[in-house]
């Protein structure tokens, strides 16, 4: 029965070609542009996710803030080794963990100067470095020398260097002096989104020479997971082993360090060591209304245009409803029961949306491969707010699925009135319907 | 003594027209036996077609009682008259009222999918069996706009008696077809009839068809207004 249902359904819907071709277009639109708008918005999620964990934040975070007085805090961990190798058998999701410096300075060159926030790297322990990394000018090995600086595109332009150059940075210290470093340019990398304009490497020791730490101090082990998706639950599991081994642990707080390093921790009243386990998500709230607003925005679009095509879903079952009144009537008359007029009516709207999905979700895909593959680069600002040098969009079938069904539920639940009408129609009425 | 097939018991129908009542049928009684083959005669308005609907449980009287098949319609939820329809009762329109998407053979079958006894096989032989004795055998596949009138009526005869009912409803199955045509139609209802006893009520104007009636209910303004039984050989068979 089903399947007569079925057979019924598609060629009822064949039998109006042009009508329901123009209602499968609207949904196909529909599909396309939910399709292209979850491309973006995971687009600049994955774009986050790629920058952040290359340049600022590993999945999982030990990090911490050491306190001389009360008011003086330094984004540092001293003594790293221990507090890791106290926790890292925790952490069976690992894959690798690296101690990375943290530090700001200002950087002055022949050609400008700008704020840069600076990373320590120890090469020989990210092996992810290289993978992400993209240098375009000099070479990647050079950031294992000491003395030495990797700039991004934006950054080099901006200071007027080039690999072989040197510039000067200058990095404020808690106790209110500035140091000051000459650094040779080693290398040149192409940009990873808006976080590579104030971000830069140098070689660890470097940054801890700067700012006159002790070896074994670093900012944060940056903590590589298989799945970023783990990093809440990793975080949570390492709060409570570092509690059980005796360390002083902050609170979950959902900000970036530079963040609680300006407005929190220093107004708090404590010396010492506090360690703080974090998120790349965490790292990256500051961020995150940038993608919210795209979603929203996105949402907005999409609910209008489905509003509109529910209508159209209305209006055109109920006027296809209206023109086979004395088909259904006699369909009940010979003894179809009202349920099964209600299940064919609804496979009509299924089928149709079903079919417009598929559409949609084709074309949407497709036109998201071409525009990754033609690889537009954005306008600078947009950039800044899009978190990707070039368009990129994120489409996966799973999510491009989960549309899909969306989109054909909601063409289904839009044809419940008229169909519930059709049903509703007494066998009698319907067959001396004259329309 | 058997059950009649069809007892109507002081039957009435009135349509709300805007503030005007129309009384469609009033005080109606109609006894009809098993095996009849049985002719509602009348002219435009008399109230035959609403005396059909009634009897096919399509509608239900203002008041009155109407049995069929032992079932009190009125007394019957939606779902049990539309399972009465499709169990007990067979249609015939006078527009054919064919599935205009579905095939032939797909016409005649679709009562037997919507009981949902019948293996496929079992419906195949039973739509092909039928479809042979109509003379469409031929024309299985064709969709109904490809078929001529007569052709189109033998499939609704072959929809109507597919489910094997009791009872056979055809409302002015002639009207829309020439006189030779309708006279075919007329024959095969009848040889059904004769072949199988089952019990045709049947709405016409035309004294011709109404002559291979073995009965005819004469309705005048939406009264009965008398019986005739059939003399001779149509009688007698009905009989």
């Known amino acids: 029965?089903?399947?007569?249902?079925?057979?019924?359904?598609?060629?009822?819907?064949?039998?109006?070609?042009?009508?329901?071709?123009?209602?499968?277009?609207?949904?196909?639109?529909?599909?396309?542009?939910?399709?292209?708008?979850?491309?973006?918005?995971?687009?600049?999620?994955?774009?986050?996710?790629?920058?952040?964990?290359?340049?600022?934040?590993?999945?999982?975070?030990?990090?911490?803030?050491?306190?001389?007085?009360?008011?003086?805090?330094?984004?540092?961990?001293?003594?790293?080794?221990?507090?890791?190798?106290?926790?890292?058998?925790?952490?069976?999701?690992?894959?690798?963990?690296?101690?990375?410096?943290?530090?700001?300075?200002?950087?002055?060159?022949?050609?400008?100067?700008?704020?840069?926030?600076?990373?320590?790297?120890?090469?020989?322990?990210?092996?992810?470095?290289?993978?992400?990394?993209?240098?375009?000018?000099?070479?990647?090995?050079?950031?294992?020398?000491?003395?030495?600086?990797?700039?991004?595109?934006?950054?080099?332009?901006?200071?007027?260097?080039?690999?072989?150059?040197?510039?000067?940075?200058?990095?404020?210290t808690t106790r209110g002096a500035s140091n000051t470093a000459d650094v040779r340019v080693g290398a040149v990398a192409r940009n990873i989104g808006l976080l590579s304009a104030f971000n830069a490497f140098i070689p660890a020791e470097t940054l801890r020479q700067l700012y006159q730490l002790k070896a074994g101090t670093t900012g944060a082990v940056q903590i590589y997971l298989r799945d970023a998706d783990d990093s809440a639950k990793v975080a949570a599991r390492l709060r409570g082993a570092l509690r059980d081994a005796g360390y002083r642990v902050m609170d979950p707080d959902p900000q970036p360090y530079w963040q609680k390093l300006m407005f929190k921790v220093n107004a708090e009243d404590w010396t010492g060591q506090k360690l703080d386990v974090t998120t790349w998500e965490d790292e990256m709230s500051f961020l995150s209304w940038i993608v919210t607003a795209v979603t929203w925005l996105g949402n907005v679009l999409v609910t209008v245009l489905m509003v509109i095509v529910a209508v159209g879903i209305v209006n055109t079952l109920a006027i296809a409803i209206r023109e086979r009144t004395r088909e259904i009537g006699t369909l009940r008359a010979i003894g179809m029961q009202r349920t099964q007029v209600l299940r064919l009516t609804l496979m009509e709207a299924c089928l149709l949306g079903l079919a417009g999905a598929l559409l949609g979700a084709l074309a949407g895909a497709g036109l998201g491969a071409g525009i990754n593959a033609a690889a537009i680069e954005l306008p600078e600002t947009m950039q800044y707010f899009l978190l990707q040098r070039n368009l990129h969009l994120a489409i996966h079938p799973g999510q491009v699925a989960v549309y899909v069904a969306f989109v054909t539920a909601l063409t289904t639940v839009a044809a419940i009135w008229p169909s519930a009408y059709a049903a509703r129609m007494r066998p009698v009425t319907a067959m001396h319907h004259a329309g | 003594m058997p059950e009649p097939i069809v007892e109507a018991v002081d039957v009435a129908k009135v349509y709300q027209l805007g503030k005007t009542e129309v009384h469609a049928l009033r005080h109606v009684d109609l006894l009809v036996e098993r095996g009849e083959f049985l002719s509602i005669a009348g002219p435009s308005g008399s109230g035959k077609t609403t005396l059909l609907n009634l009897i096919g449980g399509v509608d239900v009287p203002s008041s009155g009682t109407v049995r069929v098949d032992g079932e009190d319609t009125s007394k019957l939820t939606e779902r049990a008259l539309t399972r009465l329809r499709l169990d007990h009762i067979g249609f015939i329109f006078q527009t054919f009222n064919l599935v205009a998407v579905l095939t032939v053979f797909q016409n005649v079958e679709f009562p037997l999918l919507l009981q949902g006894r019948m293996t496929s096989a079992e419906r195949r032989r039973r739509v092909n069996a039928l479809l042979e004795s109509v003379g469409l055998a031929d024309h299985s596949r064709h969709r109904p706009s490809e078929l001529s009138g007569g052709q189109r009526q033998r499939v609704a005869v072959a929809r109507a008696l597919v489910a094997n009912p009791p009872l056979v409803l055809a409302d002015e199955p002639t009207a829309n077809l020439d006189s030779k045509t309708g006279g075919t139609i007329i024959d095969l209802m009848r040889e059904m009839n004769r072949r199988d006893g089952t019990t045709f009520i049947f709405s016409t104007h035309d004294p011709k068809v109404m002559s291979h009636a073995s009965a005819i209910v004469r309705l005048e303004d939406g009264r009965v207004v008398g019986r005739e039984e059939a003399q001779g050989a149509a009688g007698d068979e009905a009989r």
């Open chain 1, 1 to 172: 029965m089903i399947a007569t249902d079925l057979f019924i359904a598609s060629r009822n819907l064949a039998r109006h070609t042009r009508r329901n071709l123009l209602l499968a277009s609207a949904i196909a639109g529909v599909t396309a542009l939910l399709v292209l708008l979850g491309g973006l918005t995971t687009g600049m999620r994955e774009a986050m996710l790629h920058s952040a964990t290359t340049l600022m934040t590993g999945h999982v975070n030990l990090a911490g803030f050491f306190k001389i007085t009360s008011g003086t805090a330094a984004p540092i961990v001293a003594g790293w080794e221990k507090p890791w190798d106290a926790v890292k058998g925790q952490v069976p999701e690992l894959v690798y963990a690296a101690p990375r410096g943290r530090g700001w300075a200002k950087a002055v060159a022949d050609g400008g100067s700008m704020d840069l926030i600076l990373a320590g790297v120890e090469l020989d322990r990210e092996p992810g470095f290289e993978k992400i990394i993209q240098v375009v000018d000099g070479s990647l090995a050079e950031l294992g020398k000491p003395g030495t600086i990797l700039l991004f595109e934006d950054q080099a332009k901006r200071l007027g260097v080039k690999p072989g150059d040197t510039l000067t940075l200058s990095a404020p």
